[in-house]
């Protein structure tokens, strides 16, 4: 009876998935949960949001709630111990169509407009505040970076004492033909054609993605299902949901809490070949626009650039992302 008791269980927990509002075990060991949140369906069907916690014993009552880039989930632990270490329960949203969050019939990473994040950062930030947190700072990667930035602009009201951008995509990489013609045009039929193919998939790994992964050049394992060493096709529509962002936050943005922007201290050109260079430099953005632009979004912008910082600066080599650790908590130290 006992064994078949225990059977019962099991089938049960396998086809009746905990109900929203519960927590289990994440991917990531070290006491990291995860919930999966139901939201409303779209043109695909069935969408959900991820949010992924790692809670201080005592409950300081302050949080962080990190979003990821483009082809990215999270993953980044020592991140979340870091800031656990320093006084802050840790958050992080694996938002719709990305890593934890991606179903089977979902394109991935694809959006029409930023727009369809709000939800699952208002859900987010809702149940992080029922978890006894009332001060909560948001903090974004790259298109993580825009997304968090564009939701402050259209959400002043929003629960956020604070936002740190780690190399925010506030503008294309690419020449002035390109990011003055072409995106404007694609963009514009986007908007129209939003499934048309504008890239193609690529199966050579990029060298950012070596300059990352512990196999290649670098120090870090993840999914790569989930974060793709590859190019993969984009879509018109997806290009129409950037160039707006990127344009409306230039547009009389004035986000009322402080900001943090971070960037490397300077840009290199990926090649098709390895270089040492790619170790110590943001190979995927320009940070003279990172810096240029970032220093827009507010009227209270602490603006630093790291030396020797690669595109995700946490996941710099020495001695850069221990640089930038010590910006993020000092000015942690001074949001109020």
């Not at 006084?87 to 890593?99: P, Q």
């Not at 946490?314 to 001074?334: G, H, V």
Request: aromatic share 12%; net charge neutral; charged share 20%.
């Amino acid at each position: 009876m006992r064994n078949r008791s225990w059977l019962v269980l099991l089938f049960a927990l396998l086809c009746f998935p905990p109900a929203r509002g519960q927590y289990v075990r994440d991917i990531l060991s070290g006491g990291y949960e995860k919930q999966t949140i139901a939201m409303p369906e779209d043109e695909q069907g069935d969408v959900v949001c991820t949010l992924v916690r790692k809670r201080h014993a005592g409950n300081p009552g302050r949080a962080v709630l990190y979003i990821h880039g483009y082809n990215d989930y999270f993953f980044q632990s020592q991140l979340g111990d870091s800031l656990l270490a320093h006084g802050y329960n840790f958050f992080a949203v694996d938002l719709r169509r990305y890593g934890r969050s991606l179903l089977p019939h979902q394109d991935a990473f694809y959006c029409y407009s930023l727009d369809e994040y709000f939800a699952d950062i208002d859900t987010a930030l809702s149940i992080i505040r029922k978890e006894g947190n009332e001060r909560i700072v948001l903090m974004g990667h790259s298109t993580g970076g825009l997304i968090a930035s564009y939701y402050l602009k259209h959400h002043p009201e929003a629960p956020v004492a604070g936002l740190a951008l780690n190399s925010p995509f506030l503008d294309w990489n690419f020449g002035w033909l390109m990011e003055s013609v072409a995106f404007p045009v694609v963009s514009f039929l986007g908007k129209y054609f939003p499934q048309w193919v504008v890239q193609g998939d690529d199966y050579r790994p990029s060298m950012y993605a070596c300059s990352l992964l512990a196999s290649c050049h670098g120090e870090w394992v993840f999914d790569t299902r989930w974060k793709m060493p590859y190019g993969h096709r984009k879509k018109a529509g997806w290009i129409h949901a950037i160039q707006t962002a990127q344009q409306d936050i230039r547009r009389e943005c004035d986000i009322r809490c402080p900001i943090l922007l971070l960037s490397s201290d300077r840009s290199a050109a990926e090649t098709p070949s390895w270089n040492d260079e790619y170790l110590k430099a943001d190979i995927v953005l320009s940070v003279d626009d990172i810096q240029r632009y970032g220093k827009r979004l507010g009227k209270n912008v602490s603006a630093h650039q790291i030396k020797g910082g690669i595109h995700d600066l946490i996941l710099s080599p020495r001695p850069a992302r221990d640089r930038t650790y010590q910006l993020l908590f000092e000015w942690l130290k001074r949001i109020k």
